[in-house]
Each structure stands twice: as structure tokens, then as C-alpha cells.
């Protein structure tokens, strides 16, 4: 595979190309789904460029097949298919843009529009811009996967695709022009030490009853917070622990039909949220993707933390680096379990999507990799291999999957919490996900609202203040209208 980097590739405790923290080694092959870039730092690589080589057994003979990207994800599990497949009858061009600075959209958007041999044949977004290209300003370019040749109304329900991947991807006309090979549904992630000491118990299904999982409501976890502060523990780190709760849970996205920006009540409700998780000590008021959230993750923070709410990413790339240890006994490994979270929700994915404006030739290549990464529920697809981490060979990192048929089959269980199986939480949490309340800027948007309640939170600014300077922001920075 030739590949070109054009931008700085961020690295990151997740080695995905929004993370934040600490430094770490480049992306790679097994690497999680991106994380919202507003709300994280990067640690930028060198920018030089790089080149890698590499063609099926057969050359390529038939032409090259471009891919854009924003890490060496997706790139590597091409290549791997390539590698495995020496008949495939095209060489891979990869170019990996970064989305630090911003810098992957603009010069996605000027590929695609310039046209030519060197235009993306097949190109990924991320849950903070994927709605831009699935059914946005951009969604001309995509071709819906019925229109490669993929059997899509069958294989979606044969891999039982988590349905708010499906309403994502879609375009405007119900197509789907994008579907993902991870699913980044939600659960809440608690220590087990905690909940013996507070609750009595750390077994799942009871915690899940005690914080009031899968109720739709907020109240039992808040009843769950008071009790826990009685003895001294923070049920979250921080207030961003809850937000991709709350904002996948609303009703209504941040802009109307005739696109202005409003407020759904569940999510200005994030600011009563935020102050209580402040003042009645329920947090210890961190920001995430910063130290002392890492440091909770280990037990050395203000006050012990019971949880965060987050994907498998979460935990395979952010909490299990960051736990101080690596086995059982070390820092706070093996003493964590998940159950379900009190909203459904998701966090973060990559969408992978083709051109409309291929050469007619590479259409039936290029279905056969999509439908390979996103679609194939068989032990020898991309998910079977993701799921049980053996992509790259036994003792990978296991990953929450796009298809709840390869889950169903596949051994989750880690050692990091506790030996728990973790697809029997992720499957349901990956239905109980909305993927209706989207919108393309919400990556603006969403930065703009968090420091808004933050400062409201720590008493910089009274309630009405914080909306008031939220709406005037986003009319300032984006454009955008207010609805009356």
C-alpha cells in the first residue's frame, strides 16, 4: 500500500485521530473509533511524509484504488485484505490527513470536488462530521452502497446492524451511503471496590438497577450520587462524562427544520446538571482529556471516582492505559465491570464511503472492500477478526463491533473487568442508541455549549448569561440564526 501523509498524524493514548492526553505511538491497525475533536487535545507526530508500498500478489494490474483517511485505521484493515487476497485486482493509494487543525475536511471536500484520477474512490468521516457527507453539504458525493452492488437491505439485517449506524449513514433519501465497522453505543463503566463498599454488591445487573439502567431518567443515578458522596466518592470525574448521555438522548438536535439553532429542553438541562455534579460534589469537577481526569481513572484523584460513561474504545484505549497498571492487581485494573447506562447513547465512529464519481471499473473492487469492513458477519469478515482481536493475530485488542450477529459470537471477555463478557452490555447499548438528533455542525456546536455550562457550573455566570452568550456565539462563529 503507497500511502501519503499530507498533515501531521496525531497520535494519543487512543491512537485514534482525536485523542488527547499523553503522547503515545502512531495509530495503529487495531485502534479505536475517533474521538470528538473539540473536545481534545493532540500530540502531533513529525509531518514528514511517509511512503509504504505495498500491492496484491498479482501487482494490481487493474489500477489503484484511492482512500482518504484521518489515521492509519481503516488503511490497515484495507491492507490487510489486500495482503489476504492476492487475486484482488487493484493496488491501494492511501492518503491520511489528520483532523488536527481542522485540516482533514477542507482538503477532503477540494479532493472530491476536483475530480480526476487522484479523486477518493473511498473515504471515511467520523461521528463529529459524518453528517456532512452522509446527508449534508457534501452528500452528492456518495454513492449509496445499493448502488455499488451490495446487497444492503438483506446483509444489514443478516450482520443486525446497530440501527442508529443505519440512520447516520442514510442519506436524505433513506439510502445508506456510509456504515461504520465499530459501534460506539454506551454503558457505564464503574469500579467494583466502589460498589461493594457503597451498594453492597458489584455484580452488573444489580449496579445497573441501583443507577437505573435502561429507565430513560437521570433519577436513580442521582439518588446513586448522593450516597456515594456520603461516603466520600464521586460518581463521575467530570460533567463530560454525562454530556454524550445527555446530548444523544435529546429529542431535537441543535438546529430546526428551517435551520436555526434551538435548545431541546434535555440538553439545556445539561446546566443544572453540570452545577449539581459541582456543588453538591457529586464530581471532582475535571475536564475530559485532561490529567486529572486521567488521574481518576487510577484512583489518585481529589476523591474516589465510581464511573464513566463511555464505548469499548473507552476502555480498551483511554480507561485500561491510564489505569496504573497492567494485570490484575496493578493500579485499578481488573477492578471495573460495565452495565447499562440509565440513557442510550453513542460516542464517537468512523463511516466508510465511496465516491459516486469513481471510474465505473473500480465499483465492484471497491464494494467488495466496503462490504468486506462493514457488512460481512462472517468469522472470516473484518468484524469477526475486530471483535475478538485477532485481526493481526491472537491477543489483539477485542472491540465492540458494528454487527450484533458477530457479537453474539464472539468471546468478550476481558481481564480488565474482571473477566466480565462485555458484548452481552455493548449489543443492547449499541440499540439502545439515537442517531436522530444530528446535525453537521454539531462539532462547533456542541464545543461552544460545553464552555458555556462550564463557566455557568463554576459560578462564572448566571443561567440566562450562559444561554444568552451560547446562542450570540454560535451567530457569531457560524452563522447560524436563532429560533424565536
Sequence with gaps: MKKKVLATLLTGVMATSLLAGCGGAAPAADAPAAEPAAEAEATPADDAATTDTATPANGGGEGTINL??????????IQKYVDEHPDFPYSINT???????????????????????????????EAAFILKYSKGDMQDFAMPYADLGIDVDNLVKEADIAQYTMDIGSN????????????????FIYRRSIAKDVFGTDDPAEISKIIGGGSGSWDKFFEAAAKLAEKGDAI?????????????????GWLDADGK?????????FLDISKDLTDKGWSNVTQDWQDAWFADMKGEGAKPVFGFFGPAWLINYTLAPNCGGEKVGEGTYGDWAICDSPIGFFWGGTWLLANKNMDEAKKAAVAELIQWVTLDSSEDGLQYKWANGTLNGEGGTKDSVASGTVMGKSNGELDFLGGQNMFDYFVPANKYANGKNLTQYDESINSIWRDQVRAYAAGEKDRDAAIADFKQTVSDNLGIEVAE
Excluded at 490527513?97 to 482533514?104: H, K, M
Excluded at 456510509?178 to 453505543?185: E, F, I, N
Excluded at 460533567?239 to 429529542?251: L, R
Excluded at 439553532?261 to 438541562?269: G, T, Y
Aim: contains cysteine; aromatic residues 8%; hydrophobic residues 35%.
Design 172 to 187: 436524505t433519501d433513506g439510502k445508506i451511503d456510509a456504515l461504520g465497522y465499530q459501534t460506539t453505543g454506551g454503558v
Design 95 to 125: 492518503t491520511i490527513i489528520a483532523t488536527t487543525d481542522g485540516a482533514y475536511q477542507p482538503a477532503l471536500d477540494a479532493a472530491l470536488q476536483a475530480g480526476g484520477a487522484d479523486q477518493p474512490d473511498m473515504y471515511c468521516a
Design 68 to 77: 482518504w483517511a484521518f489515521t492509519d485505521e481503516v488503511p490497515g484493515m
Design 261 to 269: 439553532l434551538q435548545i431541546d429542553p434535555k440538553r439545556e438541562a
Design 236 to 252: 463521575v470525574s467530570g460533567d463530560g462524562d454525562i454530556w454524550h448521555a445527555v446530548e444523544n438522548s435529546s429529542d431535537k
